[in-house]
DNA sequence: AGAAGATTGTGAACGAATTCTCAAATCATA
DNA sequence: TATGATTTGAGAATTCGTTCACAATCTTCT
């Protein structure tokens, strides 16, 4: 009667997704609390900046220890290091942009990463009139060094700008040559294996989930 | 003892916002289905595209109709027009960007936003070296006209992309003016009624979400 | 036309996520 | 040091979302 293997991969205490995609957030909020010299909150204070219930924030810190005093709420700065901590931010990492037309170079040229550790130092195309320029200080080399440029900068992180027919096979290349995480900003949803995190950016289907509300919405 | 008010507003057979959510996705797949020239395809294959479940698939449609036909599967033109009736998509949507800086130019000149009905008619700053410009074909004008631009080009979309530190003033000012839906590019969380929708465009979060399954993944 | 095969739509079962609740811990004050 | 006011952490209860399972229906093949 036992069918599937008792002992399964990954689960047991595994931290909910959803509660991990909340964390990044906490973290914004704790920063900003910093920079305003607040050095305590609790937890009804952080759920209204971010329209979260108080106790949704207890139960998600509660999978990863216990940070905060009764009767007194969390220590911001102690609060921040820890999440920072569990959500490995504390690490640099290295990311490799591929296709610098118009996106890939706006986002090389975005100050937003660098300040939360992500740190662009390679970028990919395979336009030979792009190769051996200089963008933002990152020299444009051929995609077909990917390989070699991933070893070279112990690069774990990609981001993927090329038009939606390439998307597929420049990610496949990347799963090949041991790319971890990989965000995507082209209008489609790849295939990737399950040991590779991959997270995409469409401002349009953010844009077509609202409208839902507005046509049906209050009539 | 009856404490909140007894007849709820919005509930009853409300459709859940996952649901929701998913849908644009669905259309994006069967868009590209029908430029591929496949005219029926069934649960399967459709969840297949977006690693989703076939019985996902069914149960979300199911909230609107029946599209489907036994034995076959569904049309792919009829679904796809289903869907875009559902969300809206058949309505051409005026949208305002306020904030055109590098990532507001960026904006109006993507040519994303305009073959799924939402065009920019129109782009606000508060720079007086800015106001006047051309760009992309919009005239850049004054902030303060905000209010009589919503009227008389009929918006009711709005893409905020200033900095952070403005985003708040900004997008309550969007508010007071019958803005119903917000495309939100700053790294923060903007309090709006829960009249109005947002939703928030910020990769760096995307990122830490990812980081967290490299530094605790498999060690 | 009839049988075999495919696939939908949906109630019911299940599983996951959120919220409730309250004992335990801490703080503030006198 | 005791009292009252807060607020956490975490099990229990509840709500929400996904998957199962199968009757109903359509297609295809002979
Ligand atoms: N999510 C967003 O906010 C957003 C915004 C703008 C564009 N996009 C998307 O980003 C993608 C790029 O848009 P763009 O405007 O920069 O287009 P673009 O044509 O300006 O740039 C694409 C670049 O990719 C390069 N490229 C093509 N195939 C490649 C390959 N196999 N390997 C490496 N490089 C390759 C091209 O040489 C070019 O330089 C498109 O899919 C577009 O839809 C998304
Ligand atoms: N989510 C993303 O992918 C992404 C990418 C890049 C930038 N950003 C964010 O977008 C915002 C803008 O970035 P940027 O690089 O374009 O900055 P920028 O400084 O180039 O542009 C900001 C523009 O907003 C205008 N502005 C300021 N206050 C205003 C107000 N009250 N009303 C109207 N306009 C006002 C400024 O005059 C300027 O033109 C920042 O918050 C940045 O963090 C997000």
């Known amino acids: 009667m036992a069918d599937i293997s008792p002992s399964r991969w ?71 290091d820890e999440l920072q901590q569990i959500l490995g931010l504390n690490e640099q990492w290295n990311v490799v942009v591929v296709g610098v037309g118009r996106l890939g170079k706006a986002i090389l040229s975005y100050p937003g990463f660098t300040p939360d550790g992500f740190h662009i ?20 080399r051929a995609v077909e060094e990917l390989d070699a440029v991933v070893k070279a900068q112990n690069i ?36 990737v294996p399950e040991s590779v995190k991959i997270r995409s950016i469409d401002p349009v289907l953010s844009l077509q989930s609202m409208t839902y509300y507005l046509t049906n919405g209050s009539e």
Do not use: M
Not at 158 to 184: M, S, W, Y
């Open 10 to 80: 990954d689960d047991q205490s595994a931290v909910p997704e959803v509660v991990v995609g909340r964390l990044p957030q906490y973290v914004r909020v704790l920063k900003e609390l910093l920079s305003d010299g607040v050095e305590v909150a609790n937890s009804q204070q952080l759920g209204q900046q971010l329209q979260v219930t108080p106790a949704q924030i207890r139960k998600d810190l509660s999978y990863f220890g216990r940070f905060g005093k009764q009767g007194r709420g969390y220590s911001v700065r102690r609060l921040l």
């Open 121 to 140: 130092v390679a970028a990919l195309d395979n336009n030979p009139s792009l190769i051996g320029q200089e963008v933002e200080g990152v020299k444009v």
């Open 156 to 191: 774990t992180i990609a981001v993927v700008a090329v038009p939606v027919r390439f998307t597929q096979q420049v990610i496949d290349k990347l799963v090949e040559c041991g790319i971890r995480a990989i965000l995507n900003y082209a209008p489609t949803s790849p295939q």
